[in-house]
């Protein structure tokens, strides 16, 4: 795989992911805006009958209101990921897209490309990477654009050699007998002695550019392994977050039913349940970000072979 392929290939996955996380805030936002519409028309309809001030429908209300415009924020997300991929995909940007793995399935999806791709023995050695491959073929280049330049020094041989047969006809066309054999062998020899400086000007500019094609290489493995090894301590982080997110979800859903159950018999405040509300958003949030992490450090992680440096590491 090209270095090109590999960059596409991530680009597209972390396209797709990002697609399906937008998709998922977007359904977590519009629950919570459900969520809150429904406290707010408890708390209003308790405002009806006394058992709530004001203070907490005009809270509740706010609140609601507020959630709207998260609503809407995630909408325009989700529309802006969903072009990119499309872009990406080369597809028309006005034709639906309905993605077919979720952002918290922790398992990749079934692309058989995608899977030999990740499935493939990892080799994350430094000189196995495709910027060091290249930097390396740069600099045998530049050392034989080095020799050639040295080498105008040395005296240059040249063994010529021509054969033919000429014809002298006396007549219009001549006959076999008219061809006489004219071979003829030559050798040159050329000393370059006085260049006026040329091949001296060579060999220095072509040794400066070596030496720099050289400290290129150097710093090409440098920023290879900081590239690698912040690819797999992001793998090791996701993982670890994946992990601690799994049940949390689950938790904040039962702490907001309890919160709700005690806030409808009236012996917890409003408080109690907006921060049970936010709980349990958050949770969901952190466990689609952290699902989206996952899928593009596997994939980041497994086409490092061929992946080109990272932008924050050139």
């Known amino acids: 795989m090209s270095a090109q392929e590999a960059q596409l290939t991530l680009d597209v996955t972390q396209a797709y992911y990002d697609a399906a996380l937008s998709e998922r805030l977007l359904l977590i936002a519009r629950g919570t805006l459900l969520l809150a519409d429904s406290t707010y028309e408890q708390t209003r309809l308790a405002r009806q009958v006394g058992a709530q001030p004001e203070f907490d429908v005009l809270r ?26 499309k872009q990406l995909l080369n597809l028309p940007l006005s034709q639906a897209l309905t993605l077919s793995t979720p952002v918290d399935d922790s398992i990749l999806p ?7 791709v990740v499935n493939r023995t990892l080799d994350t050695a430094t000189a196995s990477r495709a910027p060091v491959r290249q930097a390396e073929a740069s600099v045998e280049e530049q050392e034989q654009r080095l020799r050639v330049a ?16 000429l014809g002298y006809p006396s007549d219009v066309f001549p006959s076999w007998n008219d061809f006489v054999t004219d071979w003829t062998v030559g050798l040159t020899v050329k000393v ?14 072509a040794s400066a550019t070596a030496e720099d094609s050289r400290i290129r290489l150097r710093q090409t493995r440098e920023r290879t392994e900081v590239d690698t090894r912040t690819a797999l301590e992001r793998l090791r982080a996701a993982t670890a977050a994946w992990e601690a997110s799994q049940g949390t979800v689950a938790q904040a859903e039962r702490a907001y039913a309890i919160a709700e159950i005690r806030f409808r018999e009236g012996i917890s405040t409003q408080t109690e349940l907006a921060d049970a509300r936010l709980a349990l958003e958050q949770a969901r949030a952190n466990r689609a970000t952290a699902g989206r992490d996952l899928q593009t450090s596997r994939v980041r992680v497994a086409l490092l072979p061929d992946l080109p440096l990272a932008q924050g590491t050139q």
Request: proline residues 5%.
């Open 60 to 85: 509740a209300q706010v609140s609601r209101d507020n959630q709207r415009a998260v609503v809407i924020q995630r909408e325009s997300d989700r529309e802006t990921a969903f072009l990119r991929l």
């Open 110 to 116: 079934v692309v058989p490309a995608l899977d030999t």
């Open 150 to 165: 040295r080498a105008e020094r040395y005296p240059a041989v040249t063994l010529s050699s021509s054969f033919a047969r």
């Open 192 to 205: 370059p002695l006085f260049t006026g400086g040329r091949i001296g000007g060579s060999v220095k500019s």
